[in-house]
């Protein structure tokens, strides 16, 4: 699946540790380790926010800490839409740019936007699950910052942990993930990074709400402590994959992601090849190291015949809810794992 993501048992066994009190020194010294590790996951040199809550929370509280009025959404799929619904609902006025399914909006088009002016913030998502389609976000951020106080918030619930992120080097203002995706951890946890700009404009802003007020983060952070009560348990199943992924390091992380991607698209060209009815969502410049989106005119009934044989996949998402299904290759998943469950797709092809 695209998330929730498999965890593995020494993950879950950290679920099982005696709670400790959220204001304990032991408690800081968690915190301190989880924010440091963060940072890296990141890329960026400030601390990273933890989040009782899913990615929308993130999501939420950089829309409501770092936009004013008039946003600009690059919208390469359903849940870039999202993103954009999520700033209307937030009282924001927001212009859509929009794609094909398996593209991204292309950089020139941003910047013709751009230069028409008006825009307080860009909104743009790293990787689209919907489509398996991976943006350029070193690119967006170097058109966002020709214009100066424009801030660029950006959707990685699907990349951060499979992929390379790099808040500072991309010039971005905020990059917002969840647990349960490439983290490979269970639901409940959401993290967002977030610059000094956006901390500046957060704090000329009113309406931020309380608990995902982005300046009570930023208070609470610097202490090693959480403005309310986390989610300890998780707390802990986070530092221990935070450990383990800097046993395994980023790049081999990374590598390992590219790899699975890899093998599913040679899978799928060797069965459209073989006239077996699926074909690939993404274009080859922008095909995703976490999901791949796979097109076919059986989705119900491959979904089922695998749920049959041991395994879930994801359905479509819109447009192309009824013709696509996906395939969540990201968090501690191997190629191995995903070759075996390519060998039972094939089967399932074949019998229908």
């Known amino acids: 699946m695209p998330g929730p993501t498999e965890v593995r048992p020494e993950i879950l066994d950290a679920l099982r540790r005696p709670v400790i009190f959220h204001r304990s020194p032991q408690m800081e010294e968690l915190m301190r380790r989880a ?87 860009v909104l743009a998502t790293h990787n689209e699950t919907a489509t398996g389609a991976i943006a350029d976000m070193a690119g967006i951020g170097a058109v966002v910052r020709e214009q100066g106080d424009c801030l660029l918030l950006i959707d990685a619930v699907s990349s951060a942990g499979g992929a390379p992120i790099a808040l500072d080097a991309w010039g971005a203002d905020a990059v917002v993930s969840a647990s349960q995706k490439a983290l490979a951890l269970p639901p409940g946890l959401a993290f967002a990074a977030v610059s000094d700009r956006l901390v500046g404009r957060a704090k000329t802003l009113e309406n931020r709400g309380v608990y995902l007020d982005v300046l009570r983060y930023e208070e609470f952070t610097a202490k090693a402590q959480s403005p309310s009560t986390p989610a300890v348990s998780l707390l802990f199943a986070l530092d221990r994959q935070l450990a383990d992924i800097e046993v395994e390091t980023l790049d081999a992380r990374f590598a390992r992601h590219v790899a699975m991607r890899d093998a599913c698209v040679a899978w799928v060209e060797r069965a459209e090849a073989a006239a077996l009815g699926v074909s690939l969502v993404a274009r080859p410049e922008n095909r995703s190291p976490t999901v791949t989106c796979i097109r076919t005119k059986e989705r119900v009934a491959v979904l089922q015949r695998m749920r049959e044989q041991g395994y879930e996949l994801g359905g479509g998402q819109a447009p192309l809810t009824h013709t696509s299904f996906r395939i969540g290759h990201m968090g501690d998943h191997t190629v191995a794992g995903v070759e075996a469950m390519l060998d039972v797709l094939e089967r399932v092809l074949r019998t229908l």
Request: some cysteine; overall charge positive; hydrophobic content about 40%.
């Open 35 to 121: 924010t440091t590790r963060l940072g890296k996951v990141f890329g960026t040199q400030r601390p990273v926010h933890v989040i009782t809550g899913s990615g929308t929370g993130a999501m939420e509280l950089v829309i409501r800490g770092g936009t004013m009025r008039r946003l600009l959404a690059v919208v390469n799929g359903d849940f870039g839409e999202r993103f954009a619904r999520m700033a209307e609902a937030c009282g924001r006025s927001v212009v859509r740019l929009t794609c094909e399914p398996g593209s991204v909006v292309p950089l020139d088009q941003v910047r013709d936007a751009l230069r028409k002016g008006g825009f307080d913030a």
